[in-house]
């Protein structure tokens, strides 16, 4: 193998590792994101703020709409 050949078959791998990581890391952060919605509409009904946390569940229902996209 020359040199050029070896180090296009590195790019190749750093390209695939780099878009796993980046994708993982990605859906980490939405994940992260639902659960602190989850629990900020759950603490705002319990402290009586109902059209607050309804706003939530809805921003969390468009959140997983654009997930599924």
Same mark, same amino acid.
């Given at each position: 193998? =020359? $040199?050029?050949?070896? =180090?296009?078959?590195?790019?190749? !791998?750093?390209?695939? !590792? =780099? +878009?796993? !990581?980046? $994708? ?5 952060? &939405? ?10 509409? +759950? *603490? ?5 703020? &109902? *059209? &607050?946390?309804?706003?939530? !569940? ?6 997983? *709409?654009?997930? *599924?996209?």
């Amino acid at each position: 193998m =020359s $040199t050029i050949s070896i =180090s296009a078959y590195y790019c190749r !791998v750093c390209d695939a !590792v =780099s +878009g796993f !990581v980046k $994708t993982f890391f990605a859906a980490g952060i &939405h994940q992260f994101k639902i659960v602190a919605l989850s629990r900020a509409a +759950g *603490e705002l009904a319990l402290a009586g703020y &109902h *059209e &607050h946390a309804a706003q939530l !569940v809805r921003d969390i229902s468009r959140l997983n *709409e654009e997930a *599924e996209l």
